[in-house]
């Protein structure tokens, strides 16, 4: 079977099993996150075998900090997987839900039924993580999806999808419900992108080149997160020691996300006292501060001179651009100008200014007075996230269980016809 056909039967497998989990029962569903919950936890340490068989091949391949960080199943990350298990399955099942009805002058009741997406494709990089992620969010939310990871996750992902499988059997559901495409074949992922007759939408996860190459082959609709550039602007009636602590935890927790901090934006009437906080405090954590002409004086040994390149630039590293600027709107026209629709964030106490932010920065979530990481399906309360969509159809931001569905117009008649 060559790679064409591979794909076609895992699509038709996927068709099928979808319409199964469409009317599963969400008592059910909730049953198999739970159990799942259990097996991770249990099975911990076969997870580390599969994945230190992994992190050698990635080591001796010479992959980066950043990327092996991603790549590593600690046993906090399992236990944040189980977590996330039990987080989702507690949540109200989305399925069948019926809402906003109304009357129309000839009697009819018009609503909307929530309904599962169908068969999602994913092809994502690097975390296997998102396998567990992805596969209880499109269960819970009643579709099938094929998962494509990276080929450095390979043996990860295979024995992830294997205790999926297994509790998808106790249950008496489709073990096709969750497929993980069986090669590390680069031909596989074109070769998705042309089922639309079986994949409703295709979400693609990782690096910008991946996400264009998706959307320039798929038949289907995507959605997409090509990257993330945010930014932080510090207003000029901002709490300074809490705004550097914000600055401090967006760039330097974890740096190689894609909701890190990548550009500082600083009112002029605070900049000569601002600035050499952010220099001191990112300095000690080794910080490249790449400046425009007017913070480069403030920032001392910490800081470079920016080129024009910087603005717009995700890092995935200790790098921060740094620029002085005299308005919000001056700040609003940058981050329309060089933001990528992922996050932004103010640092004030002005109430109005604040809302102005909230209203005209155009991302997927923008926040008053806290830590760009906050973009996360499971910091916002959804338990997981199968990805963070900045595009705005069908969904904007991290994409939980209610965004894994759509909805479909139901009609309650007394007989009606058309005149």
Known sequence: MNIQEMMRDMGRKARAASRRMAVASATVKVDVLNRLAQLLEAEGDAIAEANALDIA????????????????????????????????????????????????????????MRIPLG?????????????????ILCLKAGNAVILR??????????????????????????EDAVQVVPTTDRAAVPALCKLDEFIDVIIPRGGENLIRAVVADATMPVLKHYKGVCHAYIDRAADLDRAVEIVHNGKVQRPG????????????AVAERFLPMVAERLGRDGVELRACERSLPLLGSAAVPACAEDWGM??????????????ETEALDHIAAHGSNHTEIIVTQDHDRAMRFLREADASMVAINASSRFNDGGELGLG?????????????????????????FVVFGEGQVRG
């Open 314 to 327: 995700e890092f995935h590293a200790l790098v921060l651009a740094v620029k002085v600027v005299d308005s």
């Open 384 to 408: 997981a996230e199968i990805g963070i969509s900045t595009s705005k159809l069908h969904a904007y931001g991290p994409m939980g269980v209610t965004e894994l569905t759509s909805s479909k």
């Open 257 to 268: 996300v894609c909701n890190a901090l990548e550009c500082l934006l600083v009112h002029s």
């Open 149 to 174: 990871g990276g080929r450095e996750a390979f043996h990860s992902n295979r024995f992830l999808a294997s205790l999926i499988h297994r509790v998808l059997a106790e249950a008496g559901l489709p």
């Open 57 to 112: 091949a990635a080591t001796e391949a010479g992959m980066d900090s950043a990327r092996l960080d991603r790549l590593r199943l600690t046993p906090a990350v399992v236990d944040a997987m189980a977590e996330a298990c039990r987080v989702v399955a507690a949540q109200s099942d989305p399925v069948g839900e019926i809402s906003t009805m109304w009357k129309r002058p000839n009697g009819l009741l018009v609503g909307r």
């Open 119 to 135: 068969v999602i494709a994913m092809i994502y990089e690097s975390r296997p993580n998102v396998t567990v992620d992805s596969a």
